[in-house]
């Protein structure tokens, strides 16, 4: 059982129904204020149908598919497609090899590379760093699983390196885990802040020891989470080139027999962690303003 009482199928059922809605207000050229006008259904509901976290309900879906000009069954669908086989997404903390590892994966199967944290500074319109400064951690998630929801929207195949404390955020994990096949790159913690310093990010020299404290304990912590990943590359035991080659093998193998729904993510309650590095020494872009390599994220 998923969030809120809801099964796997149907938080993926929403999740589709949240889709086919936001498609078809753009096709519409409605704002959200004025469906809500329109159809009668209050902004608030709308906003948590578009998400895919609603539980409305289908005569007030039927009022919003008349408001829009469109068919009932348009928008509900015959059956939920979550389209995982399309989509690599790359998990794990900073300098495991997100982002070097996944352009090359992108341009090796000629699919499109997103950082998930390049997409939420385009939803907001700042640097990463001042999401945190002038909006605060919430809306740092919320912007998060919008940036997710939109990609999935736009994209039925891509590359995907996320911010490395994705993972803690249930909800959002869910729906990547769901939406899109997911590959934990793991490094040793000597790694992973190598690999941070390599980038030209000296602050994890501050305070040597304790950062690499926090670090071992921001592995431990989310070992769990990581580990539901559907697979598993280890960037520190091979070099770029090996770890793409298994990279690449991977992603094959999973494509031909991607499950459509994954299992529940346990709950999680600590620490944050990013991303950076190569499977040897280059550097992730996303998960800006660590001072372990652990992510504000």
Known sequence: MGLAGKTEDELAFLGQLG????????????TRRGLAQRSGVSER?????????????????RRVATALGADLHELIGQRVDTGRRGRIALIGLRGAGKSTLGAKLGAALQLPFFELDGEIEREFGVPLESVFTMYGQDAYREGERRALLRLIDENERCVIATGGS???????YQLLRSRCMTIRLRATPEDHMSRVVAQGDLRPLRGREHA????????????RLYALA??????????????????????????????SAQPEAPDAS????????????AGD?????????????
């Open 19 to 30: 889709m086919r809605v936001r498609r078809a207000r753009s096709k519409a050229g409605l």
């Open 45 to 61: 509901y709308l906003a948590q149908l578009e998400s895919g976290d609603g539980n409305i309900s289908i005569l007030l879906i």
């Open 166 to 172: 994705l993972v803690v955020e249930s909800q959002t």
């Open 212 to 223: 690499m404290v926090e670090l071992r304990t921001i592995l431990a912590q989310r070992e």
């Open 230 to 259: 559907d697979a598993t590359i280890d960037t520190s035991a091979n070099n770029e080139d090996a770890s793409l080659q298994l990279l690449t093998a991977k992603v094959n193998e999973l494509a031909g027999d991607a499950p």
């Open 270 to 281: 600590t620490g944050h962690a990013g991303h950076a590095g190569h499977a040897g020494q």
């Open 285 to 297: 872009a996303g998960d800006a303003g660590d001072a372990a390599p652990s992510e504000k994220g």
